[in-house]
């Protein structure tokens, strides 16, 4: 059991992404147009999770498009511009604990199409799930050894 001093989960580590659920749904509600969503769709993407504290930095390494890097702390509102979430301008977005799940949602999407990506580990995976409106996709990720 963690103390009160403790984040509820670590999310550290290299993890590589094994499979998807309803992805290529998500991205057509995030706009992105056929074309994206097949090669983004046959990518495998690594994302290095280094995480201190409430303190994140994650690095999504994919490849062609090269390393797209978020950092963050949790309880402090931050812009990021994940293309994951759509378009290319800076989105509003907020970080928070709940429960084990390290939840960011998007302060700046409208009331009527609230947009949220998840983290947590689930038997031993890093599981993100991803909310855009009623729009929900998973992508399931192994961790890969320390080297």
Partial sequence: MADASSPPADLNGKWQLVRNEKFDAYLKSVDI??????????MTPVVEME??????????????????VSTFKVGVEFTDSNPMMGGTDE???LAEWRGCKLVHTVVSAPKD???SIEREIVDG???ITMTNGDVVAKRYFKKLPSQ
Wanted: charged share 30%.
């Fill in 33 to 42: 147009g056929l074309i994206k969503r097949k090669m983004i769709n046959s």
């Fill in 51 to 68: 995480q201190n504290g409430d303190d994140f930095k994650v690095t999504a390494k994919i490849p062609v498009a090269g390393p797209i």
């Fill in 113 to 115: 199409k609230p947009m």
């Fill in 125 to 127: 995976e890093l599981v």
């Fill in 91 to 93: 989105k509003r977005v």
